[in-house]
């Protein structure tokens, strides 16, 4: 269960704190792509993220993807903003983080993971001991697939709020906008 609990949780990517996050040591940033940069149906990155991700680059950090998502969609989000990515992931194996690390030469502890679901981007970097961000899913429209987990994965985040460890604030607008 303790490898399902994300180490932060925030709505938008936008409201994550650099400077917070340097403090900490952390120079790199993993990010998932569909619903957490881009809607899963959009072919747009928003202004207002793409600024945000030129704001981080500027500021020291290297960015990756890490998308499970089609290798085509992923590659050209990943050419627009100018950074790695590694495609085809299947989080949560261990791989992608590891070939992410090695991307942008750091170590699991110089790295955040950013993504909207539970049991892919939390756990799989976890796992690996990777400072883990979850974010609110910009999007409902999904794989079904997705949308089941989405259940399970509801279940868990209230079990953590109630337990104090997450936000409820955050959690509970995340839970509005599901389902
Ligand atoms: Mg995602």
Redesign the pocket.
């Known amino acids: 269960m303790k490898l399902l609990l994300p180490k932060q949780v925030y709505n938008r990517i936008t409201d994550i704190d650099l400077d917070q996050l340097r403090k900490r040591g952390i120079s790199g940033l993993l990010l ?5 940069l881009v809607r ?1 149906d959009s072919e747009e990155l928003d202004q207002e993220f793409k600024a945000w991700i030129i704001k981080a680059k500027s500021e020291g950090f290297r960015i990756c993807l890490v ?3 089609r290798p085509k969609r992923v590659i050209h989000f990943a050419k627009m903003m100018d950074i790695p990515a590694v495609i085809s992931a299947y989080k949560p194996t261990r791989s992608p983080f590891l070939r992410a690390l090695e991307l942008l030469d750091k170590e699991a502890a110089e790295v955040a993971m950013i ?3 539970l049991f ?2 939390v756990l799989g970097a976890n796992r690996l001991d990777i400072h883990t961000i979850l974010i609110t ?1 910009l999007g409902k429209n999904e794989f079904s697939t997705t949308r089941l987990v989405r259940r399970l994965e509801r279940r868990m985040l209230n079990r953590f709020v109630k337990k104090g460890l997450l936000a409820a604030e955050i959690i509970n607008r995340r839970n509005e906008g599901e389902l």
């Open positions: 998932d792509l569909d619903n957490t899963y998308s499970n998502g993504g909207d679901q892919t981007d899913p």
